[in-house]
């Protein structure tokens, strides 16, 4: 598997859309298909929101050909440097807790405060 061939799989992982990576790299890529960080992060956001997985599926096949820990430490580095590395606040949601939410939450133990 190539570096190409692996950009092309970051960039179905990022954005849902199989895009076309050349010499310029993998930011470059995203950024001429219309995402860039701040793009990004709004996609991001909106999967969060619609609780929808993020990121996006990449085909076992491919991952299998990249190799499985290439792929995932080249993703985990991709977020990293685009600014997508789950550090951030997670969002909350916005319901009251259903029963079973409220019970766990009302059994947490006293040091929790």
Known sequence: MTDVELAEALTLALTGRQLSVG??????????????????????????????????????????????????????????????DGLTHANQAIRPLTRDEQRLADDRPPHWG
Do not use: K, N, T, Y
Request: with cysteine; charged share 30%; net charge negative.
């Open 23 to 84: 010499d310029g790299g993998l930011e470059a890529a995203l950024a001429e298909a219309g995402f860039d960080r701040s793009s990004l992060a709004d996609l991001r956001h909106r999967c969060q929101q619609e609780q929808l997985p993020w990121p996006f599926a990449v085909p076992i096949e491919a991952r299998r050909a990249i190799g499985f820990a290439r792929f995932d430490a080249a993703l985990a580095e991709a977020r990293r440097e685009l600014g997508l």
